[in-house]
């Protein structure tokens, strides 16, 4: 499975959710190939196609190594810390929060701050914009203009709402139950 234990639970998705994450990381939101995508060409992909279930830790994998803030780390593919990537987003989002939060809280954080910039409130308690509007809420020009950000942003809004629904406990099936 995923190394990083905080992206472990791809492992409890449907194959229909690991199809969107794998899509997401693969394409750009116009539907074209991602530059930067190894993870379409990578021999899971190719061996195991649409089976996603069986190449669930390389989707993770993906996902930590598009994480990365250096050219360098990227060409090394070099995986990043699922945290440490959240937090990177944070911190371009101007979302406040903690270096000891955890991966939870801090997913939290983010979900809730582009909830809060999409409404215009602070604190408003809505919690269940469509997966569409939090991702152009989060399109700064800081993270359209980086290929990296542009492809992480989306996966763990994704993520986010993926783990958000597991802990309740009503595991949501496809993008359009989920993301709606």
Same mark, same amino acid.
């Given at each position: /499975?995923?190394?990083?234990?905080?992206? =472990?639970? *791809? +492992?409890?998705?449907?194959?229909? =959710?690991?199809?969107?994450?794998?899509?997401?990381?693969?394409?750009?939101?116009? $539907?074209?190939?991602?530059?930067?995508?190894r993870?379409? #060409? !990578?021999?899971?992909? $190719?061996?195991?196609?649409?089976?996603?279930?069986k190449? !669930? #830790?390389?989707? +993770?994998?993906?996902?930590?190594?598009?994480?990365?803030?250096?050219?360098?780390g990227?060409l090394?593919?070099?995986?990043?810390?699922? %945290? %440490?990537?959240?937090q990177?987003?944070?911190?371009?989002?101007s979302? $406040?929060?903690?270096? #000891?939060? !955890?991966?939870?809280?801090?997913? %939290?954080?983010?979900?809730?701050?582009?909830h809060?910039?999409?409404?215009?409130?602070?604190? @408003?308690? /809505?919690? !269940?914009?469509?997966?569409? *509007?939090?991702?152009?809420?989060?399109m700064?020009?800081? *993270?359209?203009?980086n290929?990296?950000?542009?492809?992480?942003?989306?996966?763990? *809004?994704?993520?986010s709402?993926?783990?958000?629904?597991?802990?309740?406990? @009503?595991q949501?099936?496809?993008?359009?139950?989920?993301?709606?």
């Open positions: /499975m995923v190394l990083d234990r905080d992206l =472990q639970f *791809i +492992g409890e998705c449907t194959n229909e =959710q690991l199809g969107i994450l794998f899509n997401i990381l693969c394409f750009e939101e116009d $539907q074209t190939l991602r530059k930067r995508s993870l379409l #060409h !990578s021999v899971e992909a $190719q061996v195991f196609e649409e089976d996603y279930y190449f !669930s #830790h390389r989707i +993770g994998k993906e996902l930590q190594i598009l994480g990365n803030t250096t050219l360098a990227l090394r593919k070099e995986k990043v810390p699922y %945290q %440490q990537i959240l990177n987003l944070l911190n371009k989002l979302i $406040q929060f903690s270096l #000891h939060e !955890s991966c939870l809280n801090l997913e %939290q954080r983010l979900l809730n701050g582009l809060e910039k999409a409404l215009g409130i602070k604190n @408003s308690g /809505m919690t !269940s914009l469509p997966f569409e *509007i939090l991702v152009k809420e989060g700064i020009d800081e *993270i359209k203009e290929p990296s950000d542009r492809c992480v942003l989306p996966a763990v *809004i994704y993520v709402l993926l783990r958000a629904n597991l802990g309740k406990g @009503s949501q099936k496809g993008r359009e139950t989920l993301l709606k």
